[in-house]
């Protein structure tokens, strides 16, 4: 059986919105790394969902969502690393 050397653990991070506004609409495009673009689309869902004026200023590109890429990449290993 393979694990992949990663941490499970969550992670806290403090930025302000610029640097949120910016790290979606570098990290979700389709040229980022499929693990870190499904951050930035759920970080930029949640902002939606929590505060909708502020997400119209966020460039996404247009495809996945992070659930599309969480489906795709990570449905396998559901389970697993508990």
């Known amino acids: 059986m393979w694990y992949p050397t990663v941490s499970t653990g969550a992670y806290l991070s403090r930025l302000i919105l610029r640097e949120v506004f910016h790290f979606c609409s570098l990290r979700a495009g389709p040229n980022a790394h499929f693990s870190i673009r499904r951050v930035a689309l759920r970080i930029a869902a949640e902002i939606k969902q929590r505060h909708p004026a502020l997400a119209g200023f966020?460039?996404?590109?247009?495809?996945?969502?992070?659930?599309?890429?969480?489906?795709?990449?990570?449905?396998?290993?559901?389970?697993?690393?508990?």
Do not use: M, R
Not at 65 to 74: R, S, V
């Open 58 to 82: 966020i460039a996404l590109p247009p495809g996945k969502t992070w659930q599309d890429i969480e489906q795709e990449y990570f449905s396998q290993y559901k389970g697993v690393l508990c």
